[in-house]
């Protein structure tokens, strides 16, 4: 069978490996000169860096062996510290009750724990509707705790009203079932085999940052016959009823019309859509229309000394702070960078277009050493930006009318006998590293096997992702 996959991120990139290794003819074609989608890594100076933070964790062991089995073994593990920076105070992510505790004024507590103990008393009464990601949370933690430690800082990167969030995004980033269960996680902390817990170790490339992942993809898949193209948009995919015919792109400047058995799409959605002939229907176009997301930009610090925090990201969610995250590459490895020296990645959201997509390495680095300088972690002067990048498609919204229109494209894809689409931006599903794997691999499993694998009930239910 010769597949055609539209896209090396890793789901595309996971399931030509299957595919190959199986025997098959598989191309990967790509339009950005890496593969590896979002989870790249860029060699700056001395310093190799990644478009945030990313870490691979998983409880599947065979999933585990398969990762360890492309890398050559060659990773680090790491147990993950992730936290909050809010108000001169560190507090720990996911929530700990004892840190919370800790850090939290008495007045504070006092209100916290009233304001959980009415909401509870409320939604007994007359229970609260899940229908958006402030009252899923609110009806959980109460409204104090919403407000310190969920609202403010996901209003500041969505850049709109958390009662317009679909509450799936919370049941998926929000690790707690809610207040007396992180209380109760800290007095008592649970076994290995809870699944919201199995988010602490991580298995991190020890030298090449994370993209090394997707080089060592793209290396293994050429030597066994397979081919990975880069710099090769895929410009139309021509249909006839419910099949591909064909696939145009472009290479090294040329139009090539390829003619694959079976065509696996990991490009957004929409895109994919977008590019058919004919078009899908109007209903179709006007869904895709209402399917947005957000973007990002990346500005990366080179800091005068061997190390600024611990942690391998901080939360910087105060509104009057211009960046929303930043991450620590040294933290994942310590091979990314020289000891005397290090580099802090600072993430600011915004829509394509807008006045921060389009601001220089001069002005975004300005305000990130500031936001930084302002809180403390960096003095003036000892840093100086040397790097900055775009992701366009970083994460889908989860708008309260995203499900509906999702599910009408989804719909039209289905019943192609030659098509499919599947990871993070394939399904337009903010699901994690472990979860792209997973799906371009059960992907590649089905159409070894000629069956359904469960590609698609990959990272669908109602579990955290964080």
Known sequence: MQVLVLGAGLAGLSCAYELVKAGHKVTVIEKEDYAGGMAHSYTVGEHVVDHGPHRFHSRDKELLAHVHEVMDNDLVVRDRLSRIYLKGRFFHYPLQAGNVLRNLPPHILIKAFWDYLWIRFKDRMNPIPDDNFENWVTKRFGKTLYDIFF?????????????????????????????????????????????????????????????????????????????????????????????ITSVIYTR???????????????????????????????????????????????????????????????????????????????????????????????????????????????????????????????????????????????YPVYDLTYKENLQRLLRFVKPFENLDTTG????????????????????????????????????TGKEYFG
Request: charged share 30%; proline share 6%.
């Open 252 to 394: 090294d400047g040329q139009r090539v019309v390829d003619h694959p058995d079976y065509v696996v799409s990991t490009i957004p959605l929409p895109r994919l859509l977008e590019a058919m002939e004919p078009l899908p229907p109007e209903d179709v176009l006007a869904s895709i229309g209402k399917l947005r997301y957000l973007s990002i930009i990346f500005v990366y610090l080179e800091v005068n000394r061997p190390i600024v925090t611990p942690d391998h990201w901080v939360y910087l969610p105060e509104k009057h702070l211009k960046v929303h995250r930043i991450s620590e590459f040294k933290n994942f490895s310590e091979e990314t960078g020289p000891k005397d020296r290090t580099v802090i990645c600072a993430e600011i959201t915004c829509v394509p277009g807008d006045e921060t997509w389009n601001m220089s390495l001069e002005d975004a680095s300005e305000i990130a050493a500031r936001d930084l300088e302002k809180i403390g972690l960096l003095k003036q002067g000892e840093s100086k930006g040397i790097f900055l990048t775009r992701v366009r498609y970083a």
């Open 424 to 459: 993070r931006q394939g399904l337009y599903r903010y699901n994690n590293m472990d979860h792209s794997l997973a799906m371009g691999r059960k992907l590649a499993r089905g159409l070894i096997r000629g069956d359904d694998a469960g590609a698609h009930d990959v990272a």
């Open 151 to 243: 609202g403010m800082y996901t209003e500041k990167a969505w850049h709109m009203p958390c009662s317009q969030i679909s509450a799936d995004w919370a049941s998926q980033r929000i690790s707690q079932l809610n207040l007396w269960d992180a209380v109760k996680k800290t007095l008592r902390p649970p076994k290995g085999g809870e699944v919201r817990s199995l988010v602490s170790k991580f298995w991190y490339p020890r030298v090449g940052g994370i993209g090394q992942l997707g080089r060592n993809y793209a290396k293994k898949i050429c030597e066994m016959g397979g081919e990975v193209l880069l710099k090769t948009p895929v410009e139309k995919l021509i249909r006839d009823g419910e099949r």
